[in-house]
């Protein structure tokens, strides 16, 4: 059974920067598309950065340029890290990553922002950015 868990949210103040991770464990497929998502109370939960299993990444508008995305993987887990840099206040909410084993919906070559197929979800960690 796959397992995903986020860590490394926090409060930072605008410019700053932060490091989240997700962990995923029990893999047992050598493909995977693996993304990051964001939720605040105003909001409705949207993907903001994705990776495909041979590391072709795709950002939305809001985040390109400022996040990175990255995945290390081993036999049976998955560590994938989202670099944040340049945050604002409307970065603030809750990051959530997702799991699916059977690679991603691809547009035009790169990983689609809104590929449906997930199967495993972490629980969220929360990122504040203010002064």
């Known amino acids: 059974q796959v397992h995903v868990k986020e860590s490394g949210g926090g409060s930072v103040q605008p410019g700053g920067s932060l490091m989240l991770s997700c962990a995923a464990s029990?893999?047992?497929?050598?493909?995977?598309?693996m993304a990051w998502f964001r939720q605040d109370s105003g909001r409705e939960r949207e993907a903001i950065a994705v990776?495909?299993?041979?590391?072709?990444?795709?950002?939305a508008d809001s985040v390109k340029g400022r996040f990175t995305i990255a995945i290390s993987k081993d036999s049976a887990k998955r560590t994938m890290y989202l670099e944040m840099s340049d945050l604002q206040p409307e970065d603030s909410g809750t990051y959530s990553c997702?799991?699916?084993?059977?690679?991603?919906?691809?547009?035009?070559?790169?990983?689609?922002?809104?590929?449906?197929?997930?199967?495993?979800w972490g629980q969220g960690t929360s990122v504040t950015v203010s002064s």
């Open positions: 997702a799991y699916d084993p059977w690679g991603c919906t691809l547009i035009n070559g790169r990983p689609s922002l809104v590929h449906q197929g997930y199967r495993n």
């Open positions: 029990g893999i047992t497929r050598s493909g995977s598309c």
């Open positions: 990776i495909d299993t041979d590391g072709t990444t795709e950002y």
